[in-house]
Nanobody, 119 residues
Framework: QVQLVESGGGLVQAGGSLRLSCAAS????????MGWFRQAPGKERESVARITALSGTTTYADSVKGRFTISRDNAKKTVYLQMNSLKPEDTAVYYCNAGGMHAVPGNYWGQGTQVTVSS
């Protein structure tokens, strides 16, 4: 049974930082592309950042480029999202995803973690 468990969300002021973590179990983590998506109220879910399985190549949405960094620790089966210089428009529920290709998500999702950025 695949499980993705996110943590690290919360309330932060604009300009602040948060680090999200996603701990995976039940899948060969090192073989899976991993990604972070987010969904703001009234908006569609969007890809934020992703990292490939083998080379660790990273890709970011234009809106977060230069501010967010995705990384993975295969030994800990964990993917991270370091978020700096946060803006109110980054407010959303952030979801971890496994098995995606490019911006298309894979079949496995975490439960989501709320990030709220106050102005």
């Amino acid at each position: 049974q695949v499980q993705l468990v996110e943590s690290g969300g919360g309330l932060v002021q604009a300009g602040g930082s948060l680090r999200l973590s996603c701990a995976a179990s039940g899948l060969p983590f090192s073989s899976y592309n991993m990604g972070w998506f987010r969904q703001a109220p009234g908006k569609e879910r969007e890809s934020v950042a992703r990292i490939t399985a083998l080379s660790g190549t990273t890709t970011y949405a234009d809106s977060v480029k230069g501010r967010f960094t995705i990384s993975r620790d295969n030994a800990k089966k964990t993917v991270y999202l370091q978020m700096n210089s946060l803006k109110p428009e980054d407010t959303a529920v952030y979801y971890c995803n496994a098995g995606g290709m490019h911006a298309v998500p894979g079949n496995y999702w975490g439960q989501g973690t709320q990030v709220t950025v106050s102005s």
